[in-house]
């Protein structure tokens, strides 16, 4: 039975979490950042204000229907269209979810929040957090990453080192690094030094392998981004896709399987990317032909393309 779900999607297959399932709980795009490299494209809600921006009783609805009907994931992953800590009942949904099921919860995060006690809080009962840190600065900060006004780099730094201290589970910091921005030896030393206050477990190196058109941010080359992981502690590990020209074949594989996902539950490019580790562009041209051949249809629903 085909489920139309409002705030799940998935579980989609991704490189490094197996089988992921997604959980959106903020309307497109809201985030307390605005990021140069920002795939999902410019910040509509560019705020630090939470709020249940969805209402928190029908997402635990869905998540017991799926739980029900499917219930099997390797993850559970807030991701999606913004910054998941903005929703203010974060925690309690994480809890809601560790009631029912064993699932790993993953939260992917900017980090920009957990300078407020109640964010760190909430957000240490998952079990695997992703935090972010591109820059080295104030300045380098608000070039990069354009935060919301009255957030500074010295909260965002604070913030992830008082989230380390009270969150005992996995905790992973991606530096996404973009050619003549936050690519000199010297800056990325400096991203590696504040890194390694913050003490994560893992620390992945990521680039525009395919730059987001509008603001023409381009990639570092894969040997640069090699030379830059033995300057973090721990190494880093490089998670950008370089030359992975997929075989026709793969292709196929990859596109029928998102097309088996979407046939269940309807989703957005922004969607498929943020929890199969791949990117937007990539998802599109892998659906593109089945949309042509009429398998799979779009729809437009508050200015964003469903694929269903
Ligand atoms: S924090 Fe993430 S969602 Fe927000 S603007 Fe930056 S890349 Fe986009």
């Not at 921006?53 to 009907?69: G, I, K, N």
């Not at 964010?119 to 080295?136: P, Q």
């Not at 020209?245 to 922004?270: F, Y």
Request: hydrophobic share 40%; with cysteine; net charge negative.
């Amino acid at each position: 039975m085909k489920t139309n779900y409002k705030y799940l999607f998935g579980p989609v297959p991704s490189r490094r979490l197996g089988r992921s399932l997604g959980i959106d709980v903020t309307p497109f795009k809201t985030c307390s950042l605005d990021c140069i490299f920002c795939q999902c494209g410019c910040t509509t809600y560019h705020i630090t204000e939470r709020s249940e921006f969805v209402p928190f009783e029908d997402v635990c609805t869905e998540l017991e229907q799926w739980l029900a009907q499917d219930g099997c994931a390797d993850y559970i992953t807030f991701a999606g269209s913004g910054e998941p800590t903005l929703y203010s009942r974060l925690g309690e949904l994480i809890a809601f979810i560790k009631e029912k099921t064993e699932i790993p919860v993953i939260v992917l995060s900017n980090g920009t929040l957990f300078h407020r006690s109640d964010v760190c809080k909430e957000t240490a009962l998952a079990d695997i957090v992703k935090v972010s840190l591109s820059a080295w600065n104030e300045p380098s900060f608000q070039k990069i990453n354009r935060p919301a006004s009255g957030l500074s780099f010295a909260d965002l730094l604070a913030g992830e080192r008082n989230f380390r201290n009270c969150f005992n589970g996995q905790l992973w910091l991606e530096v996404f690094l973009m050619e003549g921005i936050n690519s000199k030896p010297e800056q990325v030393q400096q991203i590696a030094e504040l890194a390694r206050e913050i003490e994560p477990d893992t620390i992945h190196l990521n680039t525009a392998v395919r730059p987001p058109a509008e603001t023409g941010v381009m990639p570092v080359s894969e040997k640069v981004l090699c030379s830059f992981c033995p300057l973090f502690t721990p190494p880093a590990e490089i998670i950008a896709s370089f030359g992975t020209v997929s075989s026709a074949n793969e292709k196929e594989v990859h596109a029928e399987t998102l097309a088996a996902l979407i046939h269940r539950h309807p989703a957005t490019a922004t969607q498929l990317a943020a929890i199969s580790g791949s990117d937007e562009e990539g998802i599109r041209a892998a659906l593109a032909p089945l949309v042509e051949q009429n398998q799979l249809q779009i729809e437009v629903r508050n200015g964003e393309d469903w694929y269903k």
